[in-house]
């Protein structure tokens, strides 16, 4: 924590009630408010998942592991596999996660967010704690930092999932709100709609202890209708689903809570705001430092290799829908169905992304296998050339189901 | 500490402080006579120990030759003595007992033959007669990932090294069928009398919380979560009235047999209730009372929502008994001397048993989509019918040997896979139909 933040934290404590702090628009209010006892609290808080100290060396070796563009595509668990042999290799003091992702752009006023509504984070669970796991059970041994330049969507889900956590100065970590209520919108019985939600809540809370977040924290995050306080006891900050604490950091019970780095900080859930790698390892007490960008590279090439891929899928796909329904037609989308599955069944990205699952490619070029064989057989028993009449059709998808957004 | 317990290794024996400083040393399966309070009312019971632990006491009676279970709260219980030879009891020693009758087995804290365990994670096995647990992962549906079968088949690897082993069942489930959470519930509960079971959760939601509840012993993963076991079918067909009530009835059972507040499950069940608990001063986690109301000390679930736990939640109220997220911390809870396996067994069970559901499921979503146009381009109805057939067969040996694929391919392929009667009707229908060609064709040769 910064002599900063710890100024401010004492500063406030003595101002007067319902004091509402002007640097936070845009994002969360913090209000202080009388603290009053409630009848029962939540259960207690879970301790922060063990993690590694960092290193008393003058010069560290840094792993940096990005955490960049669309999670699920980009920030895939597969790739994450192959940095983590790498970083075991490299033997680093230290690990940087280098998380840039967002759902909404920073420029708010100036793009239309749903323009790039394809590149929005996945919301896929069990993709989320299968990375969570890897990453720090497989690099367990080695003290991890995750460093937020911004995490706005599922992606933050993935930030708290490490305790050590930095935040640049404009990065935003929250957006969940639709996490819930993607789930409610599913279900019209109130019991089965209770039940799904408390089972993807159950599943969200335990990322967030992972990184040693509170449960009040995590139903804020992701509950519209939860308010959010906090009061401190000297460093510690216990966060609470009431607005009984000292601080009243969300008020609203018609959208979830998100945080800009300053809140972030001045509440606790980050451990300091810097702007650059540079200023982040001063931070953590490094003048000097030698940073490793092996797991950069592989990364790098990774994103740039299955966004190529995709292209060719789609275009592949397509194109295997414009071909004729004759014997050279079928053949040449059969042929362009097999070089879209390998893409394919080379990166799972792909199939997330566009919603084409590599089994449906698989029938249909089996049943364009059929076709051909059907019209092979039609000519050599009439002699004359066959085909479908008017192109088209078959085992292929109607251009409207094709790959496109999700 | 409100109590001191000990477990010993092998010879199984237990040592209880109560509360009123009496001492009880003995081992399951021992006859003991228990004075308790219950509704503020001294009460007595006489009955084979079946779990004694610093959470409750479990004495089995036989009453007019039926055999019932009475579960009594440690902090309730006054007194206890055994009435069997083998253990004493002591009024003022809290030196561990070390009895010397020993269960078969592979010698591990808590782990008896014929009884379930008293879970005790410091306890330690001392002798080095240590073999290993018997590890089951089980991954998916309940119903396809999550079966009885695969309990079954690492139940008798166990057996196989006689009674008193310890089972890890590692547990990531959505939750499932209903069907077949009645089935695993039998064989769990027939498990738990001859072995140490042991639920390790990264996810249990619905049956696959149903089916955890059945282990004494429950530990989380960090990212863990349990609970939300609201019964349901088809589209929001919530269960209601009797099933519910039965429901309700039978979970809480599972719950209670295994040493856990029956309400826990309830409030897992429907959303309405509330719960909540206090932990007497001094007291840790395991010594958590729970309330239906929400005036306790911590709240568990609130009026609005359907309980499921967290990691820490459950390890706060008692309801976890650790969070390790490598086998090795969870050994070290356990009580163990170290992670071993036994055997390979339950790994190659799950591996073996994933590889087939996943060709299987793959299959026979292939099979249905062919079965819309493999074989058309073949001109001859005969031929056309000949590879429908093949089709339907392969479809209904398919169901013979995984029928999970089917329920697989229909829940999470949303592809449909008709019951083996019906694919046998339509194999049927079509030999009838092809033999019916068949004579029509010498027909026409005879005609011609």
Same mark, same amino acid.
């Given at each position: ?60 070796? !840094? ?26 290799? !490299? ?8 998380? *840039? ?10 793009? %239309?967010?749903? $323009? ?21 059970? %497989? ?5 991890? !930092?995750?460093?937020?330049? *911004? ?20 990065? &935003? ?43 009040? =924290? ?9 308010? =959010? ?12 689903? $009431? ?22 900080? $001045?509440?606790?859930?980050? $451990? ?111 002699? &004359? ?22 | ?40 009312? +001294?009460?007595?019971? +006489? ?21 019932? @279970? ?81 309990? +079954? ?6 057996? @196989? ?13 959505? /939750? ?125 679930? /609130? ?75 073949? /001109? ?69």
């Amino acid at each position: 924590m910064t002599l900063r933040t710890r100024l401010a934290r004492t500063m406030r404590s003595t101002l007067p009630l319902t004091l509402v702090a002007p640097a936070l628009v845009g994002a969360v209010s913090i209000t202080l408010s009388a603290n009053a006892p409630a009848l029962a609290s939540p259960a207690p808080v879970p301790t922060p998942s063990e993690d590694k100290a960092l290193p008393l060396v003058a010069k560290p070796k !840094v792993y940096v592991i990005p955490m960049k563009g669309q999670l699920g595509t980009d920030i895939h668990v597969d790739i994450y596999k192959k940095i983590i042999e790498d970083a075991r290799k !490299v033997k680093p003091d230290f690990i940087v996660f280098d998380m *840039d992702s967002s759902d909404l752009p920073k420029s708010m006023l100036l793009e %239309d967010p749903g $323009d790039r509504r394809e590149e929005w984070g996945i919301m896929d669970y069990d993709h989320i704690r299968t990375m969570v796991r890897a990453l720090r059970e %497989d690099l367990g041994d080695v003290p991890q !930092v995750m460093w937020v330049e *911004d995490a706005f969507g599922a992606s933050s889900l993935v930030a708290l999932a490490w305790p050590n956590l930095y935040m640049a100065n404009q990065a &935003r970590f929250g957006g969940l709100g639709g996490a819930i209520a993607n789930i409610k919108a599913r279900y019209s019985q109130e019991d089965v709609e209770a039940k799904m939600v408390a089972a993807t809540a159950g599943g969200i809370l335990g990322i967030l202890e992972k990184g040693g977040y509170p449960t009040a =924290l995590g139903e804020a995050l992701i509950y519209p209708e939860q308010v =959010l306080s906090a009061s401190f006891e000297g460093r510690k900050v216990n966060f609470r689903n $009431d607005l009984e604490g000292q601080w009243l950091i969300d008020t609203s019970k018609d959208h979830a809570v998100s945080f800009r780095a300053t809140t972030a900080e $001045d509440v606790g859930l980050s $451990d300091g705001n810097a702007d650059t790698f540079s200023d982040l390892m001063f931070l953590l007490g490094y003048r000097e430092f030698e940073q490793i960008d092996s797991g950069q590279k592989l990364f790098d090439d990774y994103v740039q290799d299955w966004r190529r891929a995709m292209e060719k899928v789609r275009e592949y796909y397509n194109d295997s829908q414009e071909t004729g329904g004759d014997l050279k037609g079928l053949q040449q989308a059969k042929s362009l169905l097999e070089k879209a599955l390998t893409l394919l069944e080379r990166y799972p990205a792909i199939e997330m992304r566009l919603g084409l699952p590599a089994l449906k490619v698989k029938l249909d070029i089996d049943r364009l296998k059929e076709e051909i064989n059907g019209i092979k057989r039609q000519e050599k028993e009439t002699g &004359r050339p066959g085909g479908r009449s008017g192109g088209g059709g078959g085992g292929r998808s109607a251009p409207g189901n094709g790959p496109g957004s999700r | 500490m409100a109590a001191a317990i000990s477990v010993t290794s092998l010879c199984l024996g237990a040592e209880l402080r109560f509360k009123s400083g009496q001492t009880w040393r003995g081992e399951l399966n021992d006859t003991v006579e228990v004075v308790y309070n219950e509704g503020g009312r +001294e009460q007595r019971v +006489e009955g084979k120990v079946v779990r004694a632990d610093s959470t409750m006491v479990v004495v089995e009676t036989v009453s007019a030759g039926k055999t019932a @279970k009475k579960s009594i709260f440690f902090g309730d219980v006054k007194s206890m003595k055994s009435l069997t030879a083998a253990a004493k009891t002591d009024s003022t020693s809290t030196t561990p007992a070390t009895s010397g009758a020993k269960a078969e087995g592979n010698g591990t804290a808590g782990a008896t033959a014929g009884a379930s365990t008293p879970t005790a994670p410091d306890a330690k096995p001392s002798d080095g007669s240590f073999k290993g647990v018997f590890f089951l992962p089980m991954e998916g549906m309940v119903g396809t990932g999550l079966r009885h079968d695969e309990i +079954e088949a690492i139940a008798k690897e166990a057996d @196989k090294a006689g009674p008193g082993q310890i089972i890890v069942l590692e547990i990531d489930s959505p /939750g499932g069928m209903v069907l077949e959470a009645q089935r695993i519930h039998e064989i769990l509960k027939d498990l738990k009398k001859r072995h140490r079971l042991v639920a390790w959760i990264k996810k249990a939601i619905s049956a696959a919380a149903f089916t955890a509840m059945h282990c004494e012993e429950i530990y989380f993963m960090n990212l863990g979560s349990l609970g939300s076991m609201t019964m349901f079918s088809g589209m929001e067909n919530v269960a209601k009235g009797e099933s519910l009530e039965a429901w309700l009835a039978l979970a809480g059972e599972v719950a209670k047999d295994s040493g856990r507040d029956p309400h826990i499950a309830r409030c897992m069940i429907v959303k309405d209730l509330v719960c909540s608990y206090d932990i007497p001063e001094g007291g840790g986690p395991k010594d958590a009372r729970f309330r239906e109301d929400g005036k306790g000390q911590f709240l568990v679930d /609130g009026p609005d929502t359907m309980l499921t736990f967290t990691a820490s939640r459950a390890l706060a109220c008692g309801f976890s008994d650790g969070t390790a997220d490598t086998t090795d911390e969870l050994a070290k809870l356990m009580g163990l001397p170290e992670w071993k396996e036994y055997n390979e067994s339950g790994r190659k069970i799950y591996r073996d048993w994933q590889a087939l559901l996943e060709r299987g499921t793959e299959r026979m979503v292939e099979l249905m989509v062919q079965l819309n146009y493999k074989g058309d381009t073949l /001109g001859e109805p005969e031929k056309i019918l000949a590879t429908k057939l093949n089709i339907v067969e392969e479809l209904i040996r398919w169901h013979d040997r995984c029928w999970s694929c089917a329920i697989k391919a229909q829940f999470e392929m949303g592809v449909g896979v008709p019951p083996k009667e019906y694919l046998e009707q339509i194999a049927k229908d079509i030999k009838k139909q092809i033999a019916e060609i068949r004579e029509r064709n010498r027909e026409n040769a005879r005609r011609r």
